[in-house]
């Protein structure tokens, strides 16, 4: 995590928000993946989701307002 290299990279208009293309920039990363660490835009169940199915751990604050999302879920 201390490195800052450019891994992945998805270029795309003003509509769309960071966690919408979140899947596939991960997916661009190489080798195993044991945490992303990522700011409140990726407090979503698709970017959770994406995480879980690559083995790895997440480390993302909780949007302004969020609730619990119940069943043992990784941010609760």
Excluded: M
């Amino acid at each position: 995590e201390a490195e800052k290299d450019i891994i992945g990279i998805e270029l795309t208009t003003a509509d769309w928000g960071d966690s919408e293309v979140f899947p596939e920039l991960l997916a661009q990363v190489d080798g195993e993946v044991a945490q992303v660490s990522a700011d409140g835009a990726y407090d979503t169940e698709r970017c959770y989701r994406s995480i879980a199915e690559r083995g790895a751990q997440a480390a993302i604050p909780p949007r302004d307002g969020a609730v619990r999302w119940g069943d043992n879920h990784p941010r609760d």
